[in-house]
């Protein structure tokens, strides 16, 4: 179990919710019972613990997928023909792809809030086009990447076709996709936890190693309170519905730091909370308990 579900369970039985954890491992059926079971605890022995079907549940919050979605899929289904509510709205599609940082981009620029100039396309294509519409430096993103593990930084047409070059095996093997960026110039940029319609709260995050581009806490970011204006905050929100979803990390810039030009960098899914709750001192899993019990 990682320390963030611990520390929703943790939330959860100090505001006397009734919170279950399963692992996608401890989803069974069987021919004499077709209906999906949940096998309680979670630990990978399957041989102890209790048996729960969907309709002992009221909300069905999925904090990560990955690459689970088979499971996801049986799961909303029924869950559907129950009546049950799902935590999101983009998980309730049970399509996978609705997660991944391309459907994001084309959600958020559909509904006209502000980001960088973006083109997505094969990298041959991004290789052929980027340069000319985006100038350089430019970023490129890996469509299903998480963390800043996928996103890179090309000055020069030669390091542009070097990574190019680095990455088509990845692309050819995997099906992976890639989005070009501009570049923006910053100090730092913002992470915004969004619960449906409200603003939990936003932190900095700054590079701490020169020439790092990178700004997340996870790759050794430095991260402070932020206070942002109530407009910039309702965009956030307005990001989030974009995007599907009621639990939302929101990232965002200021084009050269000007506080009234917002550009959206993304949307996160099931957002990492120990750099945040850090920076801010909300205590986040109890605030996720309190949305998720009064959703219905």
Not at 41 to 63: A, H, I, P, Q, T
Not at 89 to 100: I, K, L
Not at 160 to 183: D, V
Not at 242 to 250: E, I, P, R
Request: glycine residues 8%; aromatic residues 10%; contains cysteine.
């Amino acid at each position: 179990m990682t320390d963030h579900l611990v520390m929703l369970k943790r939330a959860a039985k100090k505001q006397g919710v009734e919170l279950k954890l399963f692992s996608y491992n401890r989803i069974v059926f069987s021919s004499d019972n077709p209906r999906i079971i949940l096998r309680d605890g979670m630990s990978k022995s399957l041989k102890n613990g209790r048996d729960y079907d969907l309709n002992y549940f009221d909300v069905l919050f999925f904090r990560t997928a990955k690459k689970h979605w088979q499971e996801v899929s049986w799961l909303v289904d029924e869950a559907k023909q129950l009546g049950k509510i799902i935590v999101d709205p983009v998980v309730a599609s049970a399509r996978p792809t609705d997660a991944c940082k391309a459907y994001q981009m084309l959600h958020l620029l559909k509904d006209g809030l502000p980001m960088p100039k973006t083109l997505y396309g094969s990298l041959e294509y991004l290789l052929d086009e980027a340069p000319g519409y985006l100038g350089f430096p430019l970023i490129i993103k890996g469509s299903g990447g998480h963390r800043g593990g996928s996103v890179y930084k090309a000055d020069n047409q030669a390091e542009l076709g070097n990574l190019i070059k680095e990455l088509r095996p990845i692309e050819i093997s995997e099906g992976r996709r890639y989005l070009a960026q501009e570049f923006i110039k910053n100090s730092g940029d913002y992470r915004v936890i969004v619960l449906g319609d409200k603003v939990l709260g936003a932190m900095k995050r700054s590079a701490q190693t020169k020439g790092e581009f990178r700004n997340n806490f996870s790759m050794g970011g430095t991260v402070e309170l932020a206070e942002l204006s109530e407009e910039t905050k309702k965009l956030c929100v307005r990001a989030a519905n974009a995007c599907g979803l009621w639990v939302a990390g929101v990232d965002l810039v200021f084009a050269n730091d000007d506080v009234n030009k917002p550009m959206f960098w993304e949307v996160n899914r099931g957002p990492q909370f120990w750099g945040f709750m850090k920076a801010t001192g909300i205590d986040v899993p109890a605030e996720m308990v309190k949305f998720l019990a009064n959703i219905k």
